[in-house]
């Protein structure tokens, strides 16, 4: 779904909306709109739509949200990354930034920010990935500073942090009530690698049955609601 900024800017960069909650769409652009240097050129809810809309778009900067419809913004992160190499991706979501932003970085993202921060922030974050430099918060440096140093030890890494892109899918997913074949169907994987991927996320988490990894991942699927 193709919308035009303001049409009387000039030399602004123009930033591409992906989220699955209209109203938010319309919020992030309009705080967009009102600054010179930055204008809303389009939008998408989806995978799909991001992919073919973008072509057309052609932004300086994608605004990627993690939670999309029935699928998971870390591939859209890969599929634009592919895509469009160098195409610049800022990660804006209500997931736990200690959980998820290293692996948006890895998959092509160049910073991540929270919804709860204000709006000045998301701003900053934008101006800083439209710099050529990558965003992410105060607490996060720390973070990746104890990871990457002597002080690695003072981290506690999650259990979440052990799964891979796949295996987050797919744990997302089932925290969205789809069952073992929406979610092959959805992810265009065969019902037998969805179960493999339960019988790794099982292993890796430490539950002792699916239900456990159920009642999880729709813990994780409620904290997260937007």
């Not at 973008?54 to 992160?77: F, Q, Y």
């Not at 892109?165 to 169907?185: F, H, S």
Request: net charge neutral; charged share 25%; aromatic share 8%.
């Amino acid at each position: 779904m193709n919308t035009s900024g303001s049409a009387n800017k000039e030399q602004t960069h123009k930033v591409f909306i992906v989220d699955d909650h209209p109203i938010m769409r319309e919020g992030i652009s309009e705080i967009i709109n009102r600054e010179k240097d930055l204008t809303f050129c389009c939008e998408a809810g989806n995978i799909p739509q991001a992919m073919q809309t973008i072509a057309d778009c052609k932004p300086d900067i994608v605004i990627v949200d993690l939670a999309l419809e029935k699928s998971s913004g870390i591939r859209l992160i890969e599929n634009i990354s592919y895509s469009y190499a160098g195409m610049l991706i800022l990660v804006y979501s209500m997931h736990d930034e200690s959980l998820y932003a290293e692996r948006c970085l890895k998959a092509g993202a160049r910073g991540y920010i929270m919804k709860q921060e204000p709006s000045r922030k998301l701003l900053l974050a934008l101006r800083t990935v439209l710099s050529g430099n990558i965003y992410v918060s105060n607490k996060l440096s720390e973070i990746f500073l104890y990871k990457f140093t002597e002080r690695k030890k003072e981290y506690q890494q999650s259990p979440i942090e052990l799964l891979g892109n796949r295996e987050l899918e797919v744990y997302q997913l089932i925290g969205m009530g789809l069952k073992k074949r929406e979610i092959a169907g959805n992810l265009n994987i065969s019902l037998k690698t969805v179960e493999n991927h339960i019988e790794h996320i099982k292993k890796k988490m430490k539950f002792k049955d699916f239900h456990e990894l159920l009642r999880s991942s729709f813990q994780n699927a409620a904290y997260d609601i937007e």
